[in-house]
């Protein structure tokens, strides 16, 4: 691939597992070849699991069915989303990696303003093993990037950073907009090339998008849960919504940065608009409840695992916006069941270690 930058010895090679969702033959696995080739791929098929997915050959992978989802899970598997891409977190719960990247199989690489393709996943390690700053804003965004540091002003006692949780990356071309967006700006793309990393503030939530995503497994992973969706819910395309917003204020309780920026990925495929709003219809009402009631949620100061935080942010769910729809209590006792889960497949009971520290 002309312009590729691939490092003689790709970074995390043994510590990241790459986690995609799909309906159909990965053929777009070829273009990331010079990137993803090296690393072990975790392949969660969603729909119908009698029928074959081919993946090109040279990749080192893995994949899981419905059948296998049930097999592994037992009773259990009923947390796992069918017949929606939430289906994908299966695929972080059952691997053994410190690293997960996870893209949709309709993302291709992107080109940087010169014409240079963009290793998204190489940028995505950066972030990740650079310190984030969630409590005290940089004007210069990433001061831990190459050419920046801290402006005058920034407290010498904060430039140490906290740990970096997650990475959020975005999209050239078809933009990650909502059906009303879409259905009002049908031919926007975003031509946009914005050469900048930051870190999300502590108290600040944010859209988090799945299709271009990278998180540290041990410091985050039991939050990115995403969620009831698809088949037999009420609601779809809220899936990485949920898990953002579950994962920030877990992030911000344990001392724990987001970034959002680069890398940059090209989305080749506008979904359709009429599909997405009959998926999004409730969640378009709901998000105005789901929204403050993340604002001002607060975790006790003895959670100090993800699993603990995650236990009672789903006790939570259940008693103020099970109010809003009987859909979050189901929602909310199926977040007990995905750590359950998650804490047997991994042995990490929830008294396990501290992720980090509750602030």
Excluded at 116 to 128: F, G, P, R, S, V
Excluded at 178 to 191: F, G, I, S, W
Aim: aromatic share 12%; net charge negative; glycine share 6%.
């Amino acid at each position: 691939m002309a312009g590729a930058s691939v490092p003689a010895t790709p970074l995390l090679k043994d510590e990241l597992d790459i986690v995609i969702p799909t309906i159909r033959n990965l053929d777009f696995l070829e273009m990331w070849r010079p990137f993803f080739e090296p690393y072990h791929l975790i392949i969660v098929q969603d729909g119908d699991p009698s029928k074959t997915i081919k993946v090109p050959e040279g990749f080192d992978y893995e994949l899981y069915n419905r059948n296998d989802i049930n097999r592994i899970l037992g009773p259990k598997a009923s947390c796992i989303s069918f017949k929606d891409s939430a289906c994908r977190c299966f695929g972080y719960m059952v691997s053994k990696k410190k690293y997960i990247y996870t893209i949709d199989d309709d993302c291709f690489v992107a080109k940087d303003p010169s014409g240079k393709d963009i290793n998204a996943l190489e940028q995505h390690i950066q972030n990740l093993l650079c310190p984030s700053t969630p409590h005290f804003f940089n004007t210069l965004y990433d001061p831990y990037r190459e050419g920046a540091d801290f402006v005058r002003g920034y407290p010498f006692s904060m430039r140490e950073g906290a740990h970096t949780a997650v990475s959020h990356g975005l999209w050239l071309n078809v933009p990650d907009y909502d059906a009303p967006t879409q259905l009002v700006k049908p031919r926007e793309r975003n031509t946009r090339y914005v050469d900048a990393v930051l870190t999300i503030p502590k108290g600040t939530l944010f859209p988090m998008c799945g299709m271009n995503l990278a998180f540290d497994r041990e410091l985050i992973g039991p939050a990115m849960y995403f969620g009831l969706m698809g088949d037999g819910q009420p609601i779809g395309r809220y899936d990485d919504m949920w898990a953002g917003w579950c994962t920030k204020v877990i992030c911000d309780h344990l001392g724990l940065g987001v970034k959002t920026g680069l890398p940059y990925i090209y989305h080749s495929k506008a979904s359709n608009p009429f599909v997405n709003l009959k998926k999004e219809y409730k969640g378009i009402f709901w998000q105005e409840e789901c929204i403050p009631f993340f604002q001002s949620a607060t975790l006790p100061k003895d959670c100090t695992t993800v699993q603990a935080c995650y236990i009672e942010l789903a006790k939570q769910v259940k008693e103020k916006l099970g109010k809003v729809d009987e859909y979050f209590i189901k929602l909310a006792d199926a977040m007990v069941t995905w750590i359950e889960a998650w804490d047997e497949l991994n042995g990490t009971p929830a008294a396990a270690a501290a992720n980090g520290s509750a602030k």
